[in-house]
């Protein structure tokens, strides 16, 4: 079964700072997909990445970057700067093909991390 | 941008009641799913959906529980007898090819009292 582990609960933050939340997944797939999802207070889920089993290219985009390890099978999110726009909770999230013809691709989310970013 | 929708925002409703939720996928996505999050918790899967059918259900997706795509654009997710710990935020998700991001709606808020 697919298992997604987000250890911190709560980080707070003063702006400016960077932080980096934590994933550690587990698989028996050789093939998988790993996301982060933002949500805000105001609650909707806004999609941030997706990485491939296949592909452990670190990505970079704006203040935001992230490190895959299939090694410690741990996919990690780095908010460089952090601004208070980022108050939100992030959640990881790991997907595999299942189904009839990989016909699911359901998501199974971390219990999340409530980051907070204090002016 | 072309975005999920869902309807109501907030459903407040008694127990044993039915409710309809309904969502509007983005146009020529192929995969449609349900999510819940209870307050403060995590998202957890419930249903997906594919070629007209159910691809796969979580153990919470009991009887009580029925998805529809009636009409090629509307995805509804029906609770027949709703409980006191069905209160939660549902979200509807679809997603345009295999494998893809998942888009996520607003959700909808439903209360049991």
């Known amino acids: 079964a697919q298992k997604v582990t987000q250890a911190q609960t709560e980080i707070s933050v003063v702006e400016k700072e960077d932080v980096t939340l934590d994933c550690v997944y587990e698989?028996?797939?050789?093939?998988?997909?790993l996301f982060w999802y933002k949500q805000p207070p105001s609650g909707e889920l806004v999609f941030l990445i997706r990485?491939?089993?296949?592909?452990?290219q670190n990505e970079i985009s704006g203040r935001y970057s992230w490190n895959f390890q299939k090694s410690t099978s741990s996919f990690n999110f780095t908010i460089t700067a952090s601004q208070v726009v980022d108050s939100a909770v992030y959640f990881c999230?790991?997907?595999?093909?299942?189904?009839?013809?990989?016909?699911?691709?359901?998501?199974?989310f971390g219990k999340g991390t409530l980051l907070t970013v204090n002016p | 941008e072309p975005e999920v929708t869902q309807t109501p925002s907030h459903q407040v409703t008694q127990m044993g009641q039915e409710v309809i939720l309904r969502c509007v996928p983005i146009?020529?996505?192929?995969?449609f799913y349900w999510y819940r999050q209870i307050l403060g918790q995590k998202v957890e899967f419930l249903v997906s959906?594919?070629?007209?059918?159910?691809?796969?259900k979580s153990e919470i997706f009991d009887d009580q529980f029925s998805v529809e795509r009636p009409d090629g654009s509307n995805f509804t997710l029906k609770i027949r007898s709703t409980k006191l710990e069905d209160s939660a935020m549902y979200f509807c998700?679809?997603?345009?090819?295999?494998?893809?991001?998942?888009?996520f709606g607003p959700g909808t808020r439903l209360t049991v009292t």
């Open positions: 698989t028996r797939d050789t093939t998988y997909y």
């Open positions: 999230a790991l997907s595999e093909a299942r189904g009839s013809g990989g016909s699911n691709y359901k998501l199974t």
């Open positions: 959906f594919y070629n007209n059918e159910i691809s796969e």
């Open positions: 146009s020529n996505h192929l995969y």
């Open positions: 998700a679809s997603m345009p090819r295999a494998p893809y991001e998942q888009y």
């Open positions: 990485r491939n089993s296949f592909d452990e």
